[in-house]
C-alpha cells in the first residue's frame, strides 16, 4: 500500500494592510439610519398590538383561520386591520402559515426605510 501525499498549495505570503492602497469612504451620514430606527419601534409597536390580540383571544385566531382556510382574502385582511395599527402592513397566508410584512416610509421622503416581517405557523 502507498501513502499519497495530498497537494501542497502555495499561499503568498501574509501583506500587511499599509501596503495595500487605502479605501476611500464617503463621509457617514446617520439621519436616515436614525429615522429609519424610529420608524421600525412603530413597526414593532403595531406587530405587538397584533401579537398581543393573537396570543389574548382564541376566538379571534379561529376567525382569522377559518378566513384564510377558505381564502376570504378580503374577511382576512379586515380582522388584520380591525386591531388599530396605524403603519401598512401586508397581509398573505397558506395553508401553514400567516405572514404580516409592516412596511414604512422614512419622514419626508419617497423612500421605504424599514420593513419588519412576522411569520407565523399555524400547521
Known amino acids: 500500500m502507498y501513502y ?12 500587511h494592510h499599509a ?9 457617514v451620514d446617520p439621519v ?9 419601534k412603530k413597526l414593532m409597536n403595531d406587530a405587538n398590538v397584533v401579537l398581543d390580540k393573537l396570543t389574548a383571544s382564541k376566538e379571534f ?4 383561520m377559518k378566513a384564510a382556510q377558505v381564502s376570504d382574502e378580503v ?8 386591531l388599530d395599527i396605524a403603519t401598512e ?3 398573505s ?8 410584512e409592516f412596511r ?5 421622503t419617497d423612500l421605504e426605510c424599514c420593513r419588519l416581517l412576522i411569520a407565523l405557523r399555524w400547521r
Open 19 to 27: 501596503f495595500w492602497p487605502s479605501r476611500q469612504y464617503p463621509p
Open 89 to 91: 402592513v401586508d397581509v
Open 4 to 15: 499519497v501525499h495530498p497537494p501542497v498549495y502555495y499561499y503568498p505570503p501574509y501583506y
Open 32 to 40: 436616515l439610519f436614525h429615522q429609519s430606527a424610529n420608524e421600525t
Open 61 to 64: 385566531d379561529a376567525k382569522l
Open 75 to 82: 374577511e382576512v385582511n379586515r380582522l388584520i386591520h380591525s
Open 104 to 108: 414604512s416610509q422614512a419622514p419626508n
Open 93 to 100: 397566508y397558506n395553508p401553514d402559515n400567516l405572514r404580516l
